[in-house]
């Protein structure tokens, strides 16, 4: 029974600890903790809320005397409870992980439920961040594209500039401006011994 656990603490260290639990789990949404504090925190959390849709000064001052936060409680009656306006309790949802490494403790994550709105919200957020993702992906998709058809036609120009300038460095000469031929000179011949006179016998 919600109430009843003494949690290995004194009442003062109890109530304490399970006011700062009930504080944190409605300024963030969750926690994790051991299965035991989980049921006294969500009891807790639950009349916390219940006292929230009631909205009047007395139960303002309720919730802070609870409370450890003024900015909770203000979130409390500003935006928790009215998403709870149409449902009669059952705000908080517990789920088992298991027995903790070390001392073997049931643990547990406790949060509040969402709500319709809430879920709508969520499905929103989601779809918008796809489609921010997809925009991005085709942008650079595009990008891309028109990058390799800038750099295309610049290598294109490039070699035909290469062309041009090859063409334009070794330029035809013409016949008038070409060297003038040497002319062949006549081999000479070399002039033959003189045939060895016979010696008359």
């Known amino acids: 029974m919600p109430?009843?656990?003494?949690?290995g603490r004194p009442t003062a260290h109890r109530n304490a600890m399970l006011r700062g639990m009930v504080t944190y789990l409605l300024a963030n949404g969750k926690i994790e903790t051991t299965l035991t504090r989980a049921k006294e925190v969500s009891a807790l959390t639950e009349k916390m809320i219940t006292i929230g849709k009631k909205n009047t000064l007395a139960a303002r001052r309720q919730a802070l005397a609870f409370i450890t936060s003024e900015d909770v409680v203000k979130k409390l009656f500003d935006v928790i409870a009215p998403d709870?306006?149409?449902?009669?309790?059952?705000?908080?949802?517990?789920?088992?992980?298991?027995?903790?490494?070390?001392?073997?403790?049931?643990?547990a994550l406790i949060r509040l439920v969402a709500t319709e709105e809430q879920t709508a919200k969520a499905e929103e957020k989601k779809g918008d961040k796809k489609s921010s993702k997809k925009a991005k992906k085709s942008g650079r998709n595009e990008k891309s594209a028109k990058a390799e058809k800038e750099t295309k036609p610049e290598t294109a120009t490039e070699s035909e500039g290469a062309e041009k300038s090859e063409e334009t460095e070794t330029p035809a000469a013409p016949e008038s401006l070409a060297a003038p031929e040497t002319p062949a000179v006549p081999e000479t011949e070399e002039p033959k011994p003189a045939p060895a006179e016979t010696e008359n016998t």
């Open 3 to 7: 109430g009843t656990r003494k949690l």
């Open 84 to 107: 709870y306006a149409d449902k009669n309790g059952g705000y908080v949802q517990i789920y088992k992980l298991g027995p903790r490494r070390g001392d073997g403790a049931e643990m």
